[in-house]
T-cell receptor
Framework: DGGITQSPKYLFRKEGQNVTLSCEQNLNHDAMYWYRQDPGQGLRLIYYSQIVNDFQKGDIAEGYSVSREKKESFPLTVTSAQKNPTAFYLC???????????FGPGTRLTVL | QKEVEQNSGPLSVPEGAIASLNCTYSDRVSQSFFWYRQYSGKSPELIMSIYSNGDKEDGRFTAQLNKASQYVSLLIRDSQPSDSATYLCAVNQGSNYQLIWGAGTKLIIKP
């Protein structure tokens, strides 16, 4: 059963705390992406990776970090430097950077 | 700044009618165009992609691309209540292949 999984589905963060969102895919896709979605807004790109051990900042990378040690995995850490992290976080993957992107189910992060 | 514009709606359409969703983009070198559907609280799912001028049909859905006028549209025939969702337009920039997203149009199909 191929697809993209994200965990957890809901996450609550206290002020000053780092949290890590998981994203795994078994589609054998090279490219992976992290987006943030706020109510009434389009998706904004946080980070993307075109290949293992390589990743690039998107439009809103400040306060976030990623790693790409395995082709299947692209975890996102929301650091305490991100002052307004409450949002819906979406992970996507594609065969390559020009191809259609497919999304995981998302993680909804709330700051307490 | 590269932009993708959509009317936020809501667009209300009677069941069985044709729903027409529009999207304009600013970057003339854009090469790939995508329509995604997003139900409330869920992630986007791909409906159609289109790369060449003209129409592309898939079941009840038709995407229309006009590169000269820089717009792409999505037509939904025989609209069903299950089509009620937010429709996101995404455009692939030619220069760095980053997808630029519109804010989405909320579509409501009235039974």
């Amino acid at each position: 059963d191929g697809g993209i999984t994200q965990s957890p589905k809901y996450l609550f963060r206290k002020e000053g705390q780092n949290v890590t969102l998981s994203c795994e895919q078994n589609l054998n896709h090279d490219a992976m992406y992290w987006y943030r979605q706020d109510p009434g807004q389009g998706l904004r790109l946080i980070y993307y990776s075109q290949i293992v051990n390589d990743f690039q900042k998107g439009d809103i990378a400040e306060g976030y970090s990623v790693s790409r040690e395995k082709k299947e995995s692209f975890p996102l850490t929301v650091t305490s430097a991100q002052k307004n992290p409450t949002a819906f976080y979406l992970c996507a993957s594609s065969q390559d950077r020009t191809d259609t992107q497919y999304f995981g189910p998302g993680t909804r992060l709330t700051v307490l | 700044q590269k932009e993708v514009e959509q009317n936020s709606g809501p667009l209300s359409v009677p069941e069985g009618a044709i729903a027409s969703l529009n999207c304009t983009y600013s970057d003339r070198v854009s090469q790939s165009f995508f329509w995604y559907r997003q139900y409330s609280g869920k992630s986007p799912e791909l409906i159609m992609s289109i790369y060449s001028n003209g129409d592309k049909e898939d079941g009840r859905f038709t995407a229309q691309l006009n590169k000269a006028s820089q717009y792409v549209s999505l037509l939904i025939r025989d609209s069903q209540p299950s089509d009620s969702a937010t429709y996101l337009c995404a455009v692939n920039q030619g220069s760095n292949y980053q997808l630029i997203w519109g804010a989405g149009t909320k579509l409501i199909i009235k039974p």
